[in-house]
Each structure stands twice: as C-alpha cells, then as structure tokens.
C-alpha cells in the first residue's frame, strides 16, 4: 500500500521475519555486525531516507495494528518535525500525538478496510 504524508509517498509491505533481517543486514553492510538470528523479532521497520515501512506479515491483525500506527508516528515525525532535539519533553510527545492522530488512524484505517478478524 501506498500513502502520503506531508507530500511525502510511503509504501509499506508485509515481509517475513528473514526477509525484514535480510533487509536490515543489506542496510547495515558497512557497519561492523551485522543482525544476527537471536535478534529479537522486528514487528515493523520505518526506513525513512527512502520512504519504506516493512511489517511482520505473521502479526495478529490487532499487533500488526499497533505495530502500524507505531511505525507510522515514525514517518509523521520524519515528515513534519525537527531533529534538532532528539529528546521530547511530555508537552512534545502530547502534540506529536493531537497532531499526528487523525493523519495516522486515517492510514491504519484504510490499511485494515475490509481486512476485519
């Protein structure tokens, strides 16, 4: 699926556990490990440099649910707010969220239509 923030386009697709690790040791091929098979399971990865989201396709609907509006507060953070301070204060993280709120559930929203359990 694709969808757009800030004029930003993101896809996210569904992968398998070795896929998603697959994916994060060709990203960190130059760093000095890479991610081992007792790595702890990866529910979704944001990749925002190319607008990629990945998420564990073996989920139950309301994990993969979680895991979605997780990882797309990821790509509302990429898109609409700063770097500058890597450390939110709670005023921070409570506008992050009223702000971000009905762009997200718009997108889960449409990820999950028709796709009840």
Known sequence: MKFKI????????EKSQSEIKSIQNQRRANEEENIK????????????????????KDLPTDRKKATL????????????????????????VAD??????????EIVDEYFKGNKD
């Open 69 to 92: 509006i997780h990882e797309l507060t990821h790509c509302y953070i990429d898109s609409y707010i700063t770097h500058s301070e890597k450390e939110y204060s709670e005023e921070d």
């Open 96 to 105: 992050i969220v009223s702000n971000s709120y009905d762009i997200i559930h």
């Open 6 to 13: 800030n004029n930003r386009t993101w896809s996210i697709e």
């Open 37 to 56: 098979s007792i790595t702890p399971r990866y529910y979704g990865v944001t990749h925002c440099d190319i607008q990629e989201m990945y998420l564990d």
